[in-house]
């Protein structure tokens, strides 16, 4: 899957100041704002974001909804709810990936070229960190094989641990 991998990016840095067609937000079913990223992309976006939201009527776990991006440098949020890391026997890593899986579904829809994702569900809620970049690289690379938009993803990442976790799945991917 050498062109999938040629198509991922990592960067190490704040989602919030990425110039690309859509940043995902790792939000709470509620849609309403919270800490961590989604606390983060609210303060960039500004309080038209968090109106928009109330909108919505909320989210459900492993799904996404798309807002406009506000203040942000990006067009686009694609607000997506992980699942709690309750162990590993709830279906946690289904509902990981349906959440990458949603949210590139909704990109294609909107013609978004470039999408940035953080570590969804890594944070606040627990998902071992390891384990949860096996179900990004791998949902995202299935899903880029099988489509052409967007054409390039980022793993927008906030540590450096979890940036060369990240570049050593992809590289995992992309070797021979
Ligand atoms: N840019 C990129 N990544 C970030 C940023 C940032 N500005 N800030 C944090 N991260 P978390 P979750 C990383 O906790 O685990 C909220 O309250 C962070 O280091 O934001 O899905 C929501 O409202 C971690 O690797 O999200 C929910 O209630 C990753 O983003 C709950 O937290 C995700 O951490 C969701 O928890």
């Not at 919505?56 to 997506?80: E, F, S």
């Not at 709830?90 to 294609?108: G, K, M, P, V």
């Not at 960190?129 to 993803?153: M, R």
Request: glycine share 12%; with cysteine; proline share 3%.
């Amino acid at each position: 899957m050498s062109g999938v991998s040629d198509r991922i990016r990592v960067h190490t840095g704040d989602i919030t100041r990425l110039k690309v067609d859509a940043i995902v937000n790792a939000a709470n079913s509620s849609l309403l704002g919270g800490g961590g990223v989604d606390g983060a992309i609210h303060r960039a976006a500004g309080p038209e974001l968090v109106a928009e939201c109330r909108t919505l009527n909320g989210c459900r776990t492993g799904d996404a909804k798309l807002t406009k991006g506000y203040r942000l440098p990006a067009r686009y949020v694609i607000h997506t709810v992980g699942p709690v890391w309750h162990g590993g026997g709830e279906s946690e890593a289904e509902l990981l990936a349906s959440c990458y899986r949603r949210s590139l579904e909704i990109a294609t829809g909107k013609d978004c070229r470039t999408i940035a994702f953080p570590a969804i569900s890594t944070g606040i809620y627990g998902y071992p960190k390891d384990q949860a970049t096996e179900v990004a690289v791998g949902t995202v690379a299935v899903f880029l094989g099988e489509n052409a938009i967007p054409e390039t993803v980022t793993f927008c990442c906030f540590d450096d641990l979890t940036a060369r976790l990240y570049s050593s799945a992809i590289a995992a991917i992309g070797g021979a």
